[in-house]
């Protein structure tokens, strides 16, 4: 097998690889078709180039986000008021405590908030599940927020992520907007193109077209 990379959008593969593929294409039948080595459409080329586009500007706004221990504590400061104890399913419950989540949400800075907690929403017994650990991290006051801090499961934990470093000399610990999603995207979009263009570039020029009366 030989390569060539002098021009590689035309071929990579040497002369005379190429002559073999062109001789063996005119020698065989091809599933009762003829091989006719036409180019890939330019609509089709385009068309993948929109789905790719497509697919990233829609899931971007969701890329590997995490909930935080953030959303939740609005929740968790009103899971026992009277109002809560006073339904009766964990549904009614659940409920009355995301319009309330809801409604703080909407109030912050941060207008993600509320689009966050409708894309993770939670039920009542994961909520007793985490409630105290959120507690016991508002409470203790430490040098990171409930902002910085993971659902994961029944746990929640301060976050993997290492931003700038802050005056105190810690670093950021709050999810970065592309996060590793978008990191993995791109090199599998990447690999996946790169892939391809080596596999349609090994086969000969589309410029060459076998002489297929030679056929048996």
């Given at each position: ?6 021009n590689p959008l035309y071929t990579l593969s040497d002369e005379e690889e190429v002559k073999q593929m062109i ?7 091809h599933g009762g078709l003829w091989e006719g080595n036409n180019r890939l459409p330019y609509p089709l080329t ?147 193109v790169l892939a391809m263009v080596i596999v349609c570039k090994r086969l000969p020029p589309y410029t060459m ?8």
């Open positions: 097998m030989g390569w060539k990379f002098d001789s063996q294409w005119e020698s065989e039948k385009w068309l993948i180039a929109l789905v790719i586009l497509t697919a990233f500007l829609i899931t971007m706004p969701i890329w590997g986000q995490r909930p935080t221990a953030q959303l939740y504590a609005p929740m968790v400061e009103l899971m026992d008021s009277p109002e809560v104890q006073r339904l009766t399913t964990p549904e009614e419950k659940i409920a009355y405590l995301t319009d309330r989540a809801m409604e703080v949400l909407e109030a912050m800075d941060d207008s993600r908030l509320p689009g966050l907690l409708d894309r993770h929403p939670i039920n009542w017994l994961d909520l007793q599940l985490i409630a105290p650990q959120i507690r016991e991290i508002a409470a203790a006051g430490g040098p990171y927020g409930l902002e910085s801090y993971n659902v994961v499961g029944d746990q929640v934990v301060l976050a993997n992520f290492e931003g700038s470093f802050r005056p105190d000399g810690l670093r950021e610990r709050v999810q970065p907007w592309w996060d590793l999603g978008f990191t993995i995207d791109l090199f599998y979009v990447a690999y996946f077209k076998p002489d297929m009366s030679k056929a048996t």
